[in-house]
């Protein structure tokens, strides 16, 4: 396995990457755990074996068990089973699972560590590392959480196999996302290697800017449009992943970058190139409402004064704020429509 050291201080962590890492469970648990929590999901089907006594909780599936009543659900089973703070929760899933069950650990006693076995592709090279917990309420996505980072993260490149293959490809909107913030080359690397990458540059970002003050912000390239489209997809009944949106969008930022002059037509096409490499869409959805797309990106809470983007340039990707209404519908108008509506 390939281990990538997280630097952070006296929360400082690994994530082990490569076929086999789930079976490193007992070595990377905290010292004189007793007991572990197993948080997961039927449909992840992924055996664990913490090497103390164990017991399995079960989540739902999708964002909508990512919701605060399954965290009491989880915290009153924890209670019940007599779980301590010097015990563990291991969560072994996607970014679903790994968000809820380190949100529970976060919040129950006031904090147990968590151990994240990341069991998609999205999970190894994004959700599971950085200490980003939480849930979703009605009111929005991810509204509710907290800053926990885990003890370990195991990235078992073998239990992708089983993944559906949309889910797979979800996952590779952020390895395009990558390629773009210091990953070049990365297509041509076996998997194992490839997650190994993106999690070395996702913990370099993480520890540059834990809790999300400035730099971080990097890791939303390609995502404010992709937000937009996830969000007028849900009321246009679109079946859009996310990793799928986030193709679109770095076309997008490609796009407006240009429009700004600060990419020439050979950058845009080395974004052509690799989201084309992963299978992920380049063009608009048909049917898509380009003002409605405006106003939900002028939402986003990413944005905090006008439009605000992250920007590819002479000086690699960046934060850009004041960008004009007009740029931003010229581009999207320039962007090319596909075919057909993701349905
Ligand atoms: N905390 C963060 O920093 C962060 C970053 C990015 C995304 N996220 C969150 O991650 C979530 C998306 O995560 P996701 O894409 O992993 O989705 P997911 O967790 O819903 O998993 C996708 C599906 O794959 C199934 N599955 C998982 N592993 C499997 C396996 N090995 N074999 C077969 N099936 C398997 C799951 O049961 C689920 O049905 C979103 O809620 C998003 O907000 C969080």
């Known amino acids: 396995v390939i281990r990538v050291p997280v630097a952070l201080g006296e929360r400082s962590y690994e994530v082990l990457v490569g076929p086999g890492a789930r079976h490193r469970l007992l070595e990377v648990l905290p010292p004189g755990v007793s007991r572990a929590a197993v948080v997961t999901q039927k449909a992840v089907d992924v055996a664990v074996d913490p090497g103390v006594e164990w017991k399995q909780f079960l989540i739902g599936e999708g964002e909508r068990a990512k919701c605060l009543a399954t965290v009491e659900e989880l915290c009153r089973g924890f209670a019940r089973w007599g779980l301590t703070r010097a015990d563990v929760v291991v969560a072994v899933g996607g970014g679903v699972v790994t968000d809820v069950a380190g949100f529970a650990a976060a919040a129950y006693h006031r904090g147990v560590p968590v151990v994240h076995v990341a069991t998609t592709l999205l999970a190894q090279v994004d959700a599971a590392i950085g200490g980003k917990t939480g849930v979703n309420i009605p009111e929005g996505k991810n509204l509710v959480g907290a ?71 990097l890791l939303n390239y390609g995502h404010t449009l992709a937000h937009a489209l996830e969000a007028f997809g849900l009321t246009n009944g679109w079946d859009l992943r996310h990793g799928e949106a986030v193709g679109i969008g770095l076309i997008f930022a490609a796009l407006l970058a240009r429009r700004l002059g600060r990419i020439d037509d050979e950058r845009v096409t080395d974004h052509r190139r690799v989201v084309e490499c992963y299978g ?48 931003v519908r010229e581009t999207l108008l320039e962007m090319g429509q596909g075919a057909s509506s993701p349905r």
């Not at 690397?189 to 834990?210: F, G, H, N, Q």
């Not at 905090?304 to 002479?314: P, S």
């Open 147 to 217: 800053f926990w980072q885990p003890a370990a993260v195991l990235c078992d490149t073998e239990v992708l196999e089983s993944l559906p293959p949309r889910e797979y490809q979800s996952g590779l909107g952020e390895l395009a996302k990558y390629s773009f913030l210091g990953a070049e080359g990365l297509a041509d690397l076996p998997l194992a290697e490839r997650v190994a990458r993106c999690v070395e540059i996702k913990a370099a970002v993480v520890t540059a800017d834990e809790r999300e003050g400035g730099g971080r912000a």
């Open 280 to 327: 992920l869409p380049a063009d608009l959805p048909p049917d898509a409402d380009v003002e409605r797309l405006i106003d939900l990106m002028a939402r986003d809470k990413k944005a905090t004064t006008g439009f605000t983007f992250v920007l590819d340039g002479a000086r690699g990707v960046e934060v850009v704020r004041d960008v004009q209404r007009s740029d």
